[in-house]
T-cell receptor, first 115, second 113 residues
Framework: AQTVTQSQPEMSVQEAETVTLSCTYD???????LFWYKQPPSRQMILVIRQEAYKQQNATENRFSVNFQKAAKSFSLKISDSQLGDTAMYFCAFMKYFGNEKLTFGTGTRLTIIP | KAGVTQTPRYLIKTRGQQVTLSCSPI?????VSWYQQTPGQGLQFLFE???????NKGNFPGRFSGRQFSNSRSEMNVSTLELGDSALYLCASSLQALNTEAFFGQGTRLTVV
């Protein structure tokens, strides 16, 4: 079974600063996907960024980028130039490449952007 | 394009009752997954349907069941409700069989009293 661990329950950062959220996972699979999802207060969860394990290049989406370290089973999310709208719960998630179409989530990090 | 729609948004039920939650996926999406979100357990996978077939089921008791219709809409049912079933139930839909981009609804907040 796969497990996903987010060791930072809460974080806060000043607007415009950079913040990094940590995620580690445990799996015996070689092919899989990793995701960061954002859940703003009282709003639906949305996909922030996705990383395929077979790709060595780290994924980026505008101000969001990841540091994927496959050997260390680490998958951190960096948010640059943070904005008030980034305030949300952030969940790291794992999905096997084949045969098990479910997301395994971490416990989440509550991120607050301070004006 | 309309997003994933879950109804109702809020629900209060009494212990022992049963409840049915509905999820309408994004048009064209054939995969629907259900998750339970609680402060204590976090987000846990319930089940996933693709083209009316349940492909995966999480570790929940048999009181939790679901189905998917030919138009891809899905329902989940919880029978003999317990206080511990109080949670936010999230539905996610995706276009392909491999859910590499799941779109979530706003959820149904179920409170069991």
């Amino acid at each position: 079974a796969q497990t996903v661990t987010q060791s930072q329950p809460e974080m806060s950062v000043q607007e415009a600063e950079t913040v990094t959220l940590s995620c580690t996972y445990d799996t015996s699979e070689n092919n899989y996907y990793l995701f960061w999802y954002k859940q703003p207060p009282s709003r639906q969860m949305i996909l922030v960024i996705r990383q395929e394990a077979y790709k060595q290049q780290n994924a980026t989406e505008n101000r969001f980028s990841v540091n994927f370290q496959k050997a260390a089973k680490s998958f951190s999310l960096k948010i640059s130039d943070s904005q008030l709208g980034d305030t949300a719960m952030y969940f790291c998630a794992f999905m096997k490449y084949f045969g098990n179409e479910k997301l395994t989530f971490g416990t989440g990090t509550r991120l607050t952007i301070i004006p | 394009k309309a997003g994933v729609t879950q109804t109702p948004r809020y629900l209060i039920k009494t212990r022992g009752q049963q409840v049915t939650l509905s999820c309408s996926p994004i048009s064209g999406h054939r995969s629907v997954s259900w998750y339970q979100q609680t402060p204590g357990q976090g987000l846990q996978f319930l089940f996933e349907y693709f083209s009316e077939t349940q492909r995966n089921k999480g570790n929940f008791p048999g009181r939790f069941s679901g189905r998917q219709f030919s138009n891809s809409r899905s329902e989940m049912n919880v029978s003999t409700l317990e206080l511990g079933d109080s949670a936010l139930y999230l539905c996610a839909s995706s276009l392909q069989a491999l859910n590499t981009e799941a779109f979530f609804g706003q959820g149904t907040r179920l409170t069991v009293v």
